[in-house]
């Protein structure tokens, strides 16, 4: 019988916060002792049982050959009041599918490795810092540059603080070669369950394309100004943030909004001086992100114009990540032979995955979130949902390192 929701239930109590859900940021009390708890299940499933400079734990089933890996996992990290399944499935899940081949005794020809990755929340010192020293995208020394946002502590203090405490065994960086990883997680978004879908076949983690448009005009008084001698930055802003609804909505599968406005003074017998406004737009496609960016700033550069103001931007942009098309395939053929419903959809939440992408061929199962609610205390996914989605880890696990 499947374990994976006594295993899910009993991490998460660990760091359960009196004001509801899970806080367990990185390498905090409760996270440590999460770690050991996932240690010692490690070491119960035979796993050799790894930590890395980075306190990215790493458990390895070995196969019959030394290498390539198939790798899986996810964080035990939270947001603060977080739910028990963010990250908690992947890592728990995967554990679960060690525990299913030890019973059933199958032998496969590469080794698995289950990883927890640190502060993948980024929550106690920067997003993603244990996939990106695992992926070899930080060095050792960079590790000492970030402090934690609740020890106030540097990163290595912190890890010694881990290191004296656990079980596994310490190695400067995880050596083995990466052919395959694959990340079981829940959605975090609406989209399965009104599709009425069971499984979610992740086909790459979104960009962002990030716009800080800011317009200078004259800031004067509300009443005595007549309205042809204004030069209200208000006015080009407000076309700027219909402009975004308008562009992206012309794009299938984009997402636009404008979350930020930033007026100075703010005041409302004021004309305002300066207004930012805040983009955020997110694709697979980076031509659609760089389309809805041209025509946006084309509404705010004719906006501006007619109102004779100033108009300047900053910009941000991270690339999308496209999942690996074999690894989709099998995820998408794995489902199948197992009588699941599922759909291709793209990740709009950050993942671990999408690091690993620069040194393996990545892909990501999903499972339908409750209302699409996550990063709370309310975050729930149907048991029933949670066991489909092992399930389907296993086979695909089984279909990669076989
Ligand atoms: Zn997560």
Same mark, same amino acid.
């Not at 829940?186 to 978004?189: C, D, I, L, T």
């Not at 996550?374 to 309310?378: E, F, N, Q, R, V």
């Given at each position: 019988m499947s374990q994976i929701r006594r295993y899910l239930e009993a991490l998460g =109590? @660990? $760091?359960?916060d009196p004001r509801g859900g899970v806080s367990r940021p990185s390498m905090s009390t409760p996270d440590l002792e999460a770690r050991e708890f996932v240690v010692s299940l490690m070491k119960e499933l035979h796993l050799k049982t790894f930590y890395d400079l980075a306190g990215n734990l790493i458990g390895v089933r070995e196969g019959e050959s030394d290498g390539p890996f198939v790798t899986t996992g996810s964080h035990i990290d939270s947001v603060m009041? $977080? $739910? @028990?399944? #963010?990250g908690a499935l992947g890592v728990m899940g995967a554990l679960e599918v060690v525990r299913e081949l030890n019973e059933d005794m199958v032998r496969t020809r590469r080794p698995i490795a289950v990883i927890v990755f640190t502060d993948e929340e980024g929550n106690a010192y920067t997003p993603f810092l244990g996939s990106k020293y695992f992926a070899g995208l930080l060095r050792p020394t960079d590790l000492e540059g970030f402090r934690g946002l609740y020890s106030g502590n540097p990163f290595p203090k912190d890890f010694e603080e881990f290191s004296k405490r656990t079980k596994a065994t310490r190695i400067d960086r995880f050596v083995g070669n990466v052919a395959h990883h694959v990340e079981l997680h829940? =959605?975090? $978004?609406p989209v399965l369950e009104s599709m009425g879908k069971e499984i979610g076949v992740v086909t790459g983690i979104v960009g962002v394309q990030r716009l800080w448009i800011t317009f200078k005009g004259r800031q004067s008084h509300a009443g005595t100004t007549p309205m042809n001698m204004r030069r209200d930055p208000m006015i080009p802003a407000a076309r700027t943030i219909l402009a975004v609804r308008r562009e992206t909505k012309k794009v299938e599968e984009a997402v636009g909004t404008v979350g930020l406005l930033d007026v100075t003074?703010?005041?409302?017998n004021v004309i305002s001086g300066q207004v930012t406004v805040g983009v955020d737009i997110r694709s697979l496609e980076a031509e659609d992100m760089k389309a809805i960016k041209e025509a946006v700033l084309n509404e705010a550069t004719e906006a501006a114009a007619e109102e004779k103001v100033q108009v300047g931007y900053k910009e941000l942009f991270e690339e999308p990540v496209k999942c690996s098309e074999e690894v989709v395939s099998k995820i998408e053929s794995s489902a199948k032979k197992l009588g699941l419903s599922y759909m291709r959809m793209p990740s709009r939440a950050l993942h671990d995955t999408q690091v690993m992408a620069s040194v393996a061929k990545v892909g990501m199962i999903f499972v339908p979130s409750k209302g699409g609610v996550?990063?709370?205390? #309310?975050e729930y996914t149907d048991w029933e949902q949670v066991e489909k989605g092992v399930k389907l880890l296993k086979e695909v696990i089984m279909e990669l390192s076989d």
């Open positions: =109590e @660990i $760091g359960k009041n $977080g $739910g @028990i399944f #963010d829940v =959605e975090q $978004g003074p703010n005041v409302m996550s990063h709370a205390p #309310d």
